[in-house]
């Protein structure tokens, strides 16, 4: 992870070196991104690259973690705001909006760029899953039980990861032009209702 120098820079000149950083990231395949091609575009000298990072694994690590940062951080937002939601209803109400932040922002490409050349890269596929299961354990929290009371604990996350999966994937489609934001709506909107009828007959 970054090193504290890096941490100790002015928040503006922390999100440029970010944002130029990512742009690299995400318009080059990972085996051709070089420590020069990084510090040309974010305009600092080599000897400032190794002052904030041990190396590009570091960078990118660090970039790859505050990506899902932003997305959990803004998921835990619209939980807050919404309290009480049942998990069906929660997840038909974030459909929208989770289309619109992953259509937005660079979680989405990233996402697609990891899982693509992750064998070239030293994130752990099991880090990753173990934060997912982090993530739905902390949102379950704030999401009543109602429709799904007789399901014990690692049922409901089971289900959480089920809806999410679904989700992500129907979403998937729209940006990749194989389904219209209609038809994929309708699509999740079924599964749900599904699931939410399947689970009051558990």
């Known amino acids: 992870m970054p090193k504290k120098t ?25 085996n ?17 690259f190794y002052q904030y990072f041990e190396d590009l ?16 951080e803004y ?18 109400e974030s459909f929208q909006s ?19 050349e992750r064998h070239m890269i030293g994130i752990n596929i099991d880090h990753f899953q173990k934060r997912k299961s982090r993530f739905h354990e902390y949102s379950l929290q704030y999401l009543s039980k109602r429709h799904i009371g007789k399901f014990d604990h690692e049922k409901q996350l089971k289900l959480m990861r089920l809806l ?9 489609k729209i940006i990749s032009d194989k389904a219209t934001y209609e038809e994929a709506f309708e699509d999740f909107t079924f599964y749900v209702e599904l699931l939410k009828r399947g689970a009051k007959e558990f």
Do not use: C, W
């Open 6 to 30: 890096f941490m100790n820079l002015s928040h503006s000149k922390r999100s440029h070196i970010e944002k130029k950083a990512l742009e690299v990231f995400l318009n080059h395949p990972y």
């Open 98 to 116: 989770d289309y619109r932040f992953l259509k937005t922002t660079d979680y989405y490409e990233l996402m697609r760029k990891f899982f693509k």
């Open 32 to 48: 051709k991104v070089t420590i020069s091609l990084i510090v040309s575009s974010v305009g600092i000298p080599r000897g400032s």
């Open 57 to 72: 694994e570091d960078l990118y690590q660090y970039l790859f973690e505050q990506t899902i940062k932003e997305y959990e």
């Open 164 to 172: 999410a999966h679904l989700k992500f994937q129907l979403i998937h």
């Open 75 to 92: 998921i835990y937002d619209t939980l807050k705001r919404k309290p009480d939601l049942d998990v069906f209803t929660f997840f038909k």
